[in-house]
């Protein structure tokens, strides 16, 4: 008998990996040119295959990863009031704070959905006086810093360690393409890449379609590269059904971003992931390895075919990176309002990357059928 699907089946239930798709990073950076090149094919294979993978043998340290988590837990132990002077709304560049009331609550498809977590947001810190900075609201700037002991030496560090992290991983993709060196790599030299510090709430709402983590999403930036101390993740596998991804010691979840598939010409697919609501308490350390705020993204040789360009027409990185942003926090919607931030460029309320399961494309077609 065909089990019969309900709504809040598919936005919770996932099935599980039969073999975890771990790949160790010493292959590429121990490894001699044939056996780079190898493990670069691996990676794309992976990506293919299960749509991510996770990495081991990389040079971000158990001490580095206990740092950070102990930074993130003792602000995120902080009062209300504390917390408030750091809100996201107080930085021009987007940096701070983010409360559940920011994100908590959320209309879609005519039902009030929630979530179940704060953060703290930084990203590439540079000084007002760069002249990479933006000016007046953008995305490209300075931090802003609780005053906590060592919280700042200790997420710096963590940030330095995981932004190297990305460059090698992206250059292991250059390889495994067929793309020459440097191809992507040449276009992230100040980008607007974040590191958010993640804390889900303990709870007893239930796991439904209405109660979340996170909803479903790719990221906007080249690729994720995720640690976190719970399960709860779960992924869009290539054959586009929802799957657990459970975190592994000592590796991190490496997901596909929207710019890797476009500059793949969809060889690549950008990996749609979302957070069920497990009810328990649980921190994580996304950061979204980003290209450079004004880099042109659009496929790149050997996928810039005319079918390729058609399907990817250039966009700027940080142009689309800004317009989700937008659209998902409702402080710079109300400074747009106000006239107090003004875009030149349109702002698209959903991803055009987004795709869905086969589960919600048959739960889709029921519900236009009855």
């Known amino acids: 008998m065909t089990q019969t699907l309900t709504a809040d089946d598919v936005a919770t239930q996932g099935q599980h990996w039969r073999d975890l798709p771990l790949l ?3 292959n590429w950076t121990q490894g001699n040119a044939q056996e780079k090149k190898q493990f670069a094919r691996q990676v794309i294979e992976t990506c293919k295959s299960a749509g991510f993978f996770y990495v081991s043998g990389h040079s971000v340290t158990p001490t580095l990863l206990q740092e950070v988590y102990a930074a993130s837990e003792s602000f995120h132990q902080q009062s209300v009031e504390f917390k408030a002077q750091y809100h996201i709304a107080n930085s021009r560049h987007h940096r701070g704070w983010v409360p559940t009331s920011e994100v908590g609550e959320f209309e879609k498809d005519g039902h009030k959905h929630k979530v179940f977590y704060e953060s703290f947001d930084l990203s590439y810190d540079l000084s007002r006086d760069d002249d990479r900075a933006h000016e007046g609201y953008g995305l490209v700037g300075p931090n802003i810093w ?9 997420v710096s ?8 992290l990305g460059r090698e991983i992206l250059s292991v993709f250059e390889c495994g393409l067929g793309m020459a060196p440097d191809t992507l790599l040449k276009y992230v030299t100040a980008p607007p890449s974040q590191l958010r510090l993640l804390k889900y709430f303990e709870n007893q709402a239930p796991a439904d379609r209405l109660n979340h983590g996170i909803d479903a999403h790719s990221d906007f930036e080249c690729l994720t590269i995720l640690h976190a101390t719970h399960p709860g993740l779960q992924l869009l596998s290539a054959d586009d059904h929802w799957v657990e991804t459970p975190p592994i010691e000592n590796c991190f979840t490496i ?17 749609q992931h979302r957070v069920v609501n497990r009810g328990v308490e649980r921190f994580s350390l996304p950061f979204f390895f980003s290209a450079d705020y004004d880099c042109e993204v659009k496929p790149q040789a050997p996928f810039d075919t005319a079918e390729a360009r058609s399907a990817y027409p250039p966009f700027k990185a940080g142009e689309h990176l800004w317009s989700q942003t937008i659209t998902n926090f409702p402080y710079l919607r109300e400074l747009i309002d106000k006239g107090k931030l003004t875009v030149d460029f349109e702002i698209t309320e959903e991803s055009p990357f987004k795709r869905l399961s086969v589960e919600e494309r048959m739960l889709l077609k029921k519900t236009a059928q009855s």
């Open 24 to 26: 160790d990073l010493r």
């Open 146 to 154: 609780p005053d906590l002991a060592d919280f700042k030496p200790k």
């Open 157 to 164: 560090r963590y940030y330095d360690a995981v932004y190297a």
């Open 255 to 271: 997901l596909i971003g929207d710019c890797l598939e476009a500059w793949t010409g969809g060889d690549l697919k950008a990996t």
